[in-house]
């Protein structure tokens, strides 16, 4: 009989850290880089991973509560922002914000409208088009919710100093940047041989 390893290896406490997860430097050269710096940089992507796990218990929270899926609810937040800016927002607006096709978004508005989260009705001054709106009860339950939970961000953010702010916005975007997938041809579409 085979023997089962008593303790197996544990992961590292931090998963983040570019030596557990490119140990023989295939990925990322860091040889320039001392030792002390590579490991601070360890914890800054730790710090993204605690932000990006808190906002995916975030979501499945707010999708759970409000029993709706992840188009429904960035369909709801846009309709909200629209609604603030005084903007009509239209199918075809909701369809290019969520970068779906027009019949995935008719299927949307249907699954909304049906659930009373949204309301339709004639576009004020294109007789073509339909204006969609929120309903007020349904606003007001993303509002309590999980808009208030994600407006707390804003305090994180006032605590920086505007310097401070800068380099976040630098680093963000920067790092936005690297991972961008517009030159990555294994993350292109299938263009279709005729």
Known sequence: MASIEASPTPLPTNIY?????DPESQLVDRSSVPAAEVSHIGELMAALGRLRSAEQQLTDASLKYMKLNQSDMRALHYLIVAANTHEIATPGAIASHLKISTASTTKLLDRLEKAGHITRQPHPTDRRALSIAITPKTRQAAMDTVGRQQAKRFHAAARLTTEEREVVIHFLDDMTKE???????WAQPAVPIE
């Open 179 to 185: 991972i961008s997938l517009t030159d990555e041809t």
């Open 17 to 21: 850290d570019v030596n557990a997860a």
